[in-house]
């Protein structure tokens, strides 16, 4: 069995994650989202390569969303309106709550820019009918093989992983996650599964960034020093997210110096949002869900709502407005009046599209913007750039993809070069095979399959009572051989061997089996045979008066003399092993040495026979257990004399 | 009362009933029905029901035990007997034995065997019920919850560590994870209380418990990070010297990796575990403070044991991830941990305080404390190193709307000391901006701005004089007293002349005077430092004169006593030799620490933890001694009834105080000692003064006193080891006036010797005050006087009326406690020897007696005597060498036992006879005038153990 992997979006790049994933005769669709950079037919994934015929209720099992943003879900609405698609969609509550607001704002401003519509406002509640929603950690039944669940993910309210396992095969499709918490979220989470296949984001595949705190100082310390001054702060955000972290920060921050100075919302989305954050407390982080019984963290306390009378009204004040970047709406037109007073300080999000106003503002130090031919804007306020940013940071996606320790893993949503270079550190560091697909390109990866056999009842047995064993590993230490004293090192190991002494019997036309090591000979109806080696040479004698050189008639008395001989020899030689002198034998192991005093002993090779007047024969026998042990002392025997 | 007795007789009645029909069922070897069981239990369960009748019940079960083993039965039997033993106490013998019997306690099911193993670990009376080889064998059976259970109590059931340590390691491997867990957790209890120093047997135990870090289960891998932890600290202990520190940065990595679990309760135990290991290389210190592989440790790996590979880069940003935890609990952790290790490096020290500052923003006020706390404790320990960009969001701190994080904050404050003046004025603003916003921290504001006061004392003089408008009159003539500012200027202003720097230029004389206006207010928030009187009295004494010489003003040695004496540099140079002695020649590395390390090898961390415990003592004993103080002055005004009231219940309080910690029972003994000796002196002080009354006690009855008093007085200054120079001329002060007490009273007065006494003691004071310790008044008095009295008449040197007026100048100072004293101290006993074994003597030949003597904190140099005496005229002496009896160690700490045989010479002529033995200490200073005692000490003795009776009778052998 293989798993496939259609990037159909993100897949080098960042923008419309889509991710079409065969696993076991299921094919789930993760994300759809469109691109926010174009506006041709490159916006939407090519969902032809999923079905031909565009019978998309048969070609996918389901479709599961991350998030609410758009380059997660944008073409929704376009799939199962305008593509047909009827099937189940799985979000989380959140994203389905606040879905339709994404969907519906861009909707407005692809109307007022004038751009063909590619779905409509009946197509989106269309579209939200068929969601069903899941909660965190619910294992949901898709259909009788398809099992998925949802794992906290951070990144915005109501992001998560899912966890889809067919059979025998699982994999985590991580959408984008936050690996560190915010004010307002906490950090993704998820259990310790066992997983064939993980696909990661790779926002920052090579970032690493500071602490969270530098960035929030640097922040209050700018809002707090505008705001001693007498002067306002504009601060323009999209509706969702990053609003409600800073508004919880800067609430946090006047509670705790006791400041005064009013926080305002400019009315619209923001507002409805932070109602939408207030009911989703569940899904906020640690410290708001623990507060949420004495002080809900979104009841702020210091905000007001902004009316436009108050622009320039005196005194200081900090004001959110919509949009971000300030591409227009009331930010614009906020920022029109406050620009001109150097008193007053702008923050900018972390990244501005090319063309807006905010992106001016960061490229350099301007004294005008030219809005349009009419009119000029005077900037003499100060420029605060945030650098806040809800994906994780590399060193945060090798630690979860080191925690899942994945068999394979696949990079999306991330710059080619940089996810080479994370691809290089996952497969080197952690040693998981590693993919960065680029889109319409599938990946393949074999899965795991499990046989199901039964177990015979001595088996079970032998399971259920513990099986250990204490050894004492033994390995040569190579440090020590530099300074030439080798030195054995041994450590204290333990094993548990229940499940080896099990062996797994597939008969023909019969069910797999296991039963205990013990079972199986009579299983068999064999007898246990057992290889010994045998070997037999000549041992160069040094002559002595009281023996004989005549060495097949040695009587036994001589014999035990030449054994204990032989032992005393070995006991010098020989580091490890035990021997025992047994009269006519010696024994080490299993290795047995004795006089061989038959001229024709089968172990005997031929070319031995040399010169007999000074040798004795020895004949050998080991099991191959202890071959190597058998080999050394044989040599230790031929190299010495008698 | 008839309705009672009706219902008890109708209760024996029925119990009769039920134990004869049960008796009915047994003697038919009818197992007993349920029904039977349930009203045994009623039976049971009833308070009322008499012994005798649950005499039978017990009877009865045991009967059936014996006729049913059905297993359901059995388990409701089992039921019985737990109840029984635990609701009647004086029968669970009985019902134990029952519970040990071989259908239970023996039983082939598992279960039973749990149940009834449960029963009797419950009952606490698990003995040899089960030796090894059952355990083994319990434990190796199919019943996973018996070996749980097993596993879990192991400890309790007492084996030998081998067998534990291979169950335990053993279970490591169960398919079961709480079997696991549990095997973890045993292991690190063996860890923690046994004794291992076979390498191969920490080796296994320490890589099973890294294999276990990566369990698929939270609580599995929570304890084996326990497991590591203790595992690793007992490798690094047994490795190498050279390799000690690589393995003690292997094992902290290790430990380090797991920092990123998805599961709080594991990265709880690791932060927890990695403020465990002491000695970490700088190096990796760093790492933990970046998330970026820092270029020292790219390559650098460890392999503290075979197979065991592990990369510095693992442990790369650690802390950074910790602190900003979504979990509060982990923060503070986090910050905790931090807190141990900053004492190893000060440039780790220097970076982490650059987070610490950062965790002053954070959203949890537990956390925020922790970081200040965490920042008091480098300032303590002179790795903090404050810079512009900190302080300001330091101070920001001070306008916390938590009152304790505002509280620790000034603490922090009262211990700066800031290198420039910018720096200064800018926490003199913080410090005036809380006073503002938070106007209830008035009291602690201005002892902060006192202590900021007393650490720059140019600094506060030059910010004086540049407030100096503010703080005049207005022009109307009136003072605008009603500004918190300028009181807060005040307060700061008046701290100057006591600064600790030198040569401060002086402060205005009038604004002291000002400040008197201030007193009540200014004097609550010094309530620390000095009573309202003593404040009066030093600004009424600066407002005088410009030029104060504090010499004769007590104020100074009041001071004295206040904890945060010395200033700590808030902002020391990198460079300065004062704060880095250790890093500036061992190349960056913590080498010091490294050796203080090895040298004391496992038991580095047991010191740290007694000094903090004795610091936590000292602090106690010391308001203690702050207390007597008080009850002194009683004294001094006669009321000696309600002191000596009072210092009983000090007593009482000292006696309290545990003294488990070894160190910890000298200061506490040396406590008990001064609150006697004072209580000694305020009694003949209470007699001998003139006050209400006269001559309460007779002659004879004041000689006793003071013949107690002296002991009283030799003991505490002989019977004491480290004590410091101040300290020890405390305790002179005391002798001073013993004797000044005894020459003032003619009638008891033996001149020459209290005079000898007396000059004896002033000679070892001058002796003792060589270097900067001031004497107090009252000694350099009597010096005078003895110096006058000696120039002007040699005769007359028996002048009661001169030393009356001398005891005036004597006012109690208050002891305070710095050093940690050790009790010199004794047992002495005869082994089996009491008045039914008394030992064999020949009378007139000397006899022997074996005396097994045990000495604590002797020294070797000091004289020791064995006396021993039958009655008043025959006490004799026996010199007690220290330096014949062999001991192995030289240390002074250690308790030195042996067995000594004294002779005793004067055998008399009587069937049997009793003599006293006791141990004596020589005291070099007092010799001795009235008792010669031949061939004995020449000086007083202080005695170290109470006399022990030894029995002796004439033996019948000859």
Redesign the interface.
């Known amino acids: 069995m293989a798993i496939d992997c259609l990037v159909l979006g993100a897949g080098q790049e960042v923008g419309k994650s889509c991710m079409v994933v065969s696993i076991n005769g299921k094919r789930i669709m993760f994300d759809c989202g469109m691109h926010m950079g174009y506006t041709d037919s490159r916006r939407y994934p090519d969902f032809s390569l999923i079905s031909k015929t565009g019978d998309f209720d048969n070609a996918l099992t389901c479709v599961i969303v991350t998030h609410f943003h758009l380059d997660h879900i944008g073409a929704l609405p376009y799939f199962t309106e305008v593509c047909g698609y009827k099937g189940p969609i799985y979000m989380t509550y959140p994203t389905k709550a606040l879905a339709p607001l994404m969907l519906e704002d861009y909707r407005k401003n692809m109307d007022r820019r004038g751009e063909d519509e590619q779905f409509t406002s009946d197509h989106i509640a269309e579209c939200m009918k068929k969601v069903i929603p899941v909660n965190l950690k619910q294992t949901v039944q898709v259909d009788k093989d398809l099992q998925i669940r949802a794992y906290y993910a951070g990144h915005v309210i109501g992001a998560a992983m899912f966890y889809a396992k067919v059979g025998d095969a699982a994999m985590v499709y991580t959408g984008d996650y936050n690996m560190t918490p915010d004010r307002h979220l906490g950090a993704a989470q998820i259990d310790r599964l066992q997983l064939d296949l993980l696909i990661t984001e790779s926002t920052y595949a090579t970032t690493i960034r500071d602490s969270r705190y530098g960035r929030e100082r640097e922040f209050l310390k700018a809002v707090h020093n505008c705001v001693a001054a007498g002067g306002k702060v504009l601060i323009p955000t999209f509706a969702l997210g990053r609003a409600q972290e800073l508004c919880i920060l800067l609430e946090d921050y006047w509670e705790r110096m006791n400041l005064k100075v009013p926080i305002y919302f400019s009315a619209g989305l923001t507002i409805q949002a932070n109602m939408y954050y207030k009911m989703l407390i569940n899904w906020t982080s640690q410290k708001i869900k623990e507060t949420y019984a004495t002080h809900n963290a979104f009841d702020f306390k210091n905000v007001r709502n902004f009316d436009r009378s108050l622009i320039n009204a005196p005194g200081p004040c900090v004001l959110f407005a919509t949009p971000g970047m300030i591409v227009g709406g009331f930010s614009l037109k906020v920022f029109m009046q406050w620009a001109p007073s150097e008193n007053n300080l702008v923050t900018l999000p972390g990244y501005c599209v090319a063309g807006t106003i905010g992106h001016k503002l960061m490229s350099g130090k301007l004294t005008k913007i030219d809005l349009d031919k009419d009119t000029q804007i005077n900037v003499r306020c100060q420029i605060h750039q945030l650098s806040f940013s809800p994906h994780t940071d590399a060193k945060g996606i090798m630690d979860l993809v080191k925690f899942l320790s994945p068999k394979h893993a696949i990079l999306v949503h991330g710059e080619k070069p940089k996810m080479a270079t994370l691809k290089e550190r996952i497969q080197s560091e952690l040693g998981i095979q590693c993919y960065c697909p680029a889109n319409n390109e599938t990946v393949t990866i074999p899965s795991t399959h499990y046989v199901k056999a039964d177990a015979s009842g001595t088996f079970i047995r032998s399971c259920l009572n513990p099986n250990f064993k204490f050894s004492t590993c033994s390995s040569t230490d190579k440090s020590y051989l530099d300074s030439n004293k080798s030195k054995a090192v041994s450590r204290l190991s333990v094993s548990d061997d229940r499940a080896t002494e099990g062996i797994l019997v597939v008969e023909k036309g019969k069910k797999a089996k296991v039963i205990h090591q013990d079972e199986f000979l009579h299983m068999l109806g064999e007898k246990k045979h057992e290889i010994q080696f045998a070997y037999c040479f000549p041992m160069h004698m040094a002559r002595t008066e009281d023996l004989s050189s005549t060495s097949h008639m040695l009587c036994s008395f001589d014999k035990c003399t030449l054994i204990s001989r032989l032992s005393m020899i070995l006991s010098d030689e020989l580091s490890e092993g035990n021997i025992l002198d047994l009269g006519e034998e010696l024994q080490v192991e299993s290795f047995r040495v004795s006089v061989c005093s038959s001229d024709n002993c089968p172990h005997r090779l031929s070319s031995s026979l040399q010169n007999g007047s000074e040798s004795v024969f020895f004949c050998c026998h080991w099991s191959v257990a202890d071959e190597k042990l058998a080999w050394k002392i044989i040599s230790i025997m031929k190299n010495s004399t008698l | 009362m008839g309705m009672v007795a009706e219902l008890e007789r109708r209760q024996s009645a029925m119990e009769l009933h039920i134990i004869n029909s049960i008796q009915q069922s047994l003697d038919n070897n009818q197992p007993l029905s349920f029904q039977a069981l349930a009203s045994l239990r009623s039976l049971i369960i009833n308070p009322a029901t008499p012994d005798s009748t649950l005499s039978s019940v017990l009877d009865a079960l045991s009967r059936s035990l014996q006729l049913n083993r059905d297993p359901v039965f059995l388990h409701h039997a089992l039921k019985l007997l737990s109840d029984l033993a635990s609701h009647r106490p004086h029968l669970s013998p009985f019902a134990l034995d029952l519970l040990r019997s071989d259908s239970l306690f023996s039983s082939a099911s598992p279960r039973l065997v749990g149940e009834s193993l449960s029963v009797l670990l419950s009952l606490a009376s698990i003995g040899n019920d089960i030796d090894a080889a059952r355990f083994v064998s319990l434990?190796?059976?199919?019943s996973v919850s018996v070996?749980q259970c097993l596993l879990r109590n192991a400890e309790k059931l007492v084996f030998r560590e081998s067998v534990l340590l291979?169950v335990f390691?053993?279970?490591?491997?169960?398919?079961y994870p709480y079997v696991r867990k549990e095997a973890l957790d045993g292991l690190v209890k063996l860890c923690k209380n046994g004794d291992f120093d076979d390498r191969?047997?920490i080796?296994?135990?320490y890589?099973?418990a890294v294999e276990l870090l990566r369990d698929?289960e939270n609580y599995v891998r929570s304890a084996a990070v326990r497991a590591v932890c203790e595992w690793g600290r007992l490798l690094v202990i047994c490795s190498e010297d050279m390799n000690k520190q690589d393995s003690s940065d292997a094992v902290f990595i290790q430990l380090g990796c797991m920092v990123?679990?998805?599961s709080v309760d594991v990265r709880l135990e690791a932060f927890e575990a990695l403020g465990k290991i002491g000695l970490v290389s700088e190096d990796i210190l760093l790492q933990t403070l970046s998330?970026?592989v820092l270029g020292i440790n790219k390559d650098k790996a460890f392999k503290p044991?075979?197979?065991l590979d592990i990369s510095a880069s693992a442990v790369?940003?650690a802390y950074?991830?910790g602190?900003?935890?979504?979990?509060?609990e982990v923060r503070m952790s986090a910050c905790y941990s931090l807190r141990t290790l900053t004492v190893f490096s000060l440039r780790f020290a220097c970076e982490a305080l650059n987070?610490m500052m950062?965790?002053l923003?954070d959203?949890?006020t537990v956390v925020r404390l922790q970081a200040l706390d965490t920042i008091h404790h480098m300032a303590t320990s002179n790795h903090l190193k404050v810079e512009k960009i900190h302080i300001h969001?330091f101070l920001?701190a001070l306008?916390?709307?938590?009152s304790v994080i505002r509280s620790m904050t000034r603490k922090i404050l009262k211990l700066a000391k800031l290198p420039q003046f910018k720096l200064f004025k800018l926490c003199i603003d913080g410090l005036l901006g809380n006073l503002e916003?938070y106007p209830q921290d008035e009291a602690d504001v201005f002892s902060a701005l006192f202590h900021i006061g007393r650490n720059h004392g140019k600094f506060t003089v030059h910010i004086i004089e540049e407030v100096s408008p503010e703080m005049e009159p207005a022009s109307g003539g009136k003072l605008s007293f009603d500004s918190t500012r300028v009181a807060a200027f005040l307060v700061l202003a008046i701290s100057a002349p006591l600064s600790h720097e030198k040569d401060v230029s002086a402060i205005p004389p009038r604004i002291f005077s000002y400040a008197v206006t201030w007193l009540g207010r200014i004097s609550y928030g010094l309530s620390d430092l000095m009573n309202q009187e003593k404040l009066l009295a030093y600004l009424s004494e600066c407002s005088r004169s410009s030029t104060i010489s504090l010499a004769d003003f007590k104020i100074n040695e009041a001071l004295l006593t206040v904890e945060s004496d010395a200033p700590i540099p808030l902002c020391s140079k990198v460079d300065s030799p004062v704060s880095m002695p250790f890093w500036k020649d061992s190349g960056g590395t913590s080498d010091y620490h490294h050796q203080e390390f090895l040298s004391l090898g496992k038991s580095a961390a047991h010191a740290e933890y007694e000094l903090g415990e004795h610091s936590e003592l000292r602090k106690y004993v010391n308001l203690i001694f702050k207390k007597v103080k008080d009850f002194w002055s009683l004294v001094e005004l006669g009321c000696t009834t309600e002191a000596f009231k009072g210092i009983r219940a000090c007593k009482e309080e000292v006696a309290s105080f545990t003294a488990d910690s070894p160190g910890s029972s000298g200061a506490v003994a040396f406590t008990l000692q001064y609150l006697q000796v004072i209580g000694m002196l305020a009694k003949v002080w209470g007699h001998l003064r003139p006050t209400k009354m006269l001559n309460p006690y007779g002659v004879g009855k004041l000689e006793l006193l003071f013949a107690k008093l002296d002991r009283r007085l030799r003991e505490i200054s002989n019977r004491f080891i480290g004590l410091f120079k101040g300290e020890e001329l405390q305790i002179l002060d005391l002798v001073l006036v013993a004797c000044l007490l005894r020459l003032s009273k003619m009638e008891i007065c033996c001149c020459n010797a209290a005079m000898k006494l007396l000059l004896s003691t002033v000679a070892h004071v001058e002796y003792l005050h060589e270097g900067s310790i001031e004497l107090s008044n009252f000694v350099t008095e009597v010096k005078k006087s003895l110096h006058d009295a000696d120039s002007s008449s040699s005769s007359s040197t028996c002048k009661p009326l001169l030393f009356k007026k001398l005891l005036d100048s004597f006012s109690l100072q208050q002891f305070v406690l710095y050093g940690t004293p050790r009790y010199i101290h004794a047992e002495l006993a005869v082994p089996s020897n009491d008045s039914e074994n008394p030992l064999p003597f020949i009378p007139g030949i000397p006899a022997s007696i074996p005396l097994a003597i045990t000495l604590h904190n002797v020294l070797t140099e000091s004289r020791l005597w064995v006396r021993i005496s039958m009655n008043e005229e025959s006490t004799q002496f026996v010199f007690l060498d220290l330096n014949l009896i062999r001991n192995e160690k030289r240390s002074i700490n250690v308790v030195r036992e042996f067995t000594f045989v004294a002779p005793f010479y004067r055998t008399p002529k009587a069937i049997s006879f009793t003599v006293r033995a006791s141990l004596g200490l020589e005291c070099f200073r007092e010799n001795i005038d009235q008792v010669k005692v031949f061939g004995g000490p020449k000086c007083e003795l202080t005695y170290l153990c109470p006399e022990k009776e030894i029995f002796l009778c004439k033996s019948t052998e000859c």
Do not use: Q, W, Y
């Open positions: 434990c190796l059976g199919p070996r291979a390691l053993g279970f490591t491997r169960d398919p191969d047997v080796e296994g135990c890589c099973r698929a990123r679990d998805m998330k970026k044991v075979e197979g790369a940003g950074i991830h602190l900003e935890d979504e979990f509060s987070l950062d965790m923003n959203d949890s969001r920001s306008v916390d709307s938590s916003i």
